[in-house]
């Protein structure tokens, strides 16, 4: 039986996932229905203050566009020391 995720539940686990519906099914292949349901409701519960704090505050990005973000600095940061050295 596969588990499907509310959609409280993908957005809060996209708060701490890159992968929700991978998560998922990973967890389920690993662990089996009845675990991996434990797993996520445990999951989402330890998460979801953090991510009605983060959405309340405004401009929310979920991990996967923060992982978007960070690798964006990176190659910024990357040309900019560039053009710094280059000085």
């Known amino acids: 039986m596969a588990i499907s995720l509310s959609s409280r539940q993908q957005l ?3 708060h701490v996932v ?3 519906e991978g998560w998922v099914q990973h967890a389920e292949a690993k662990f089996g229905t009845e675990i991996a349901t434990t797993m996520l409701q445990q999951k ?3 998460h979801e203050a953090d991510y009605d704090a ?3 505050a405004g401009s929310y990005k979920d991990r996967l566009d923060r992982e978007i973000d960070a690798e964006n ?3 910024e940061r990357t ?3 560039a053009i710094k050295d280059a000085r």
């Open 18 to 20: 890159i992968d929700a």
């Open 54 to 56: 983060k959405v309340a």
């Open 44 to 46: 989402v519960a330890r």
């Open 79 to 81: 040309k900019l020391q």
């Open 73 to 75: 600095m990176d190659s």
């Open 12 to 14: 809060v686990l996209r």
